[in-house]
């Protein structure tokens, strides 16, 4: 299959995976979405493939989701419509990712916004150039319950995902390093090298031996009910969709609630 908003390359047993609509900071469209599912799958059934990186090609990772399109297509969804669309797309999506029987490695320079810090913090591991930045303005400026996937308290801690999500800030990639949520900060122009040298050292163990292993490491985030408290957020996602404060900022337009917010 050929992919017209993705670039999949190949690298010995590492397969790159990239958002490929730079000249749209790699916003996320229901057709990128379908490819990098397909693409996922793609990957994790090729026996060859050992280690996925997801990256983004051009200056930002990802902004997130194309909110251009959402408010053309789906600005008026009714509760089934949009319910359908952001459970398959949003959030059975990302947790492919997360359950991917393969590490996954996230390559983030620039701007890793909403969907994007939700995608991104679906992987393994995370390099970020000492540009990349992450946040989630979702409650702040458009008035619904953050992303889809709430997984910022499992890798900010509380204290840093209540600061992020409530005032609507940003996040650099040295402070998300110090927290925790990223692995390794490097210069941007040594992000591809530094993360495919790490894809290379992970490719030379043993794929039995990750795949059982990253099993056991989800089991125990679920151990800590992971999957419940995601499930129960997506629940009270779809309730914000329908409550008057998001559907007057959609009615103003998304993209613009997003634009004051920035001035
Ligand atoms: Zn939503």
Redesign the pocket.
Known sequence: MTYETLAVERFGAVCRISHNRPEARNAESRQLLDELDHAFTAAAEDDGVHVIILAGKGDHFSAGHDLKEAQRERGNFTVEE?WAF?SKR?FDYSLRILHTPKPVIAQVQGACIAAGFMVANMCDIIMAADDAFFSDPVAHSLG?AA??VLVHPWVLGQRKARELLFAGGKLTAVDAEKIGMVNHVVPRADLETRTMEMAQRIAQASPFALKILKRSLNRTLDAQGFSVALNAHFDT??LS?VAGAFQAIRDGGLGNAIQSSKA
């Open positions: 949009r952001e949003y619904a992303v889809e996602h779809q969709h």
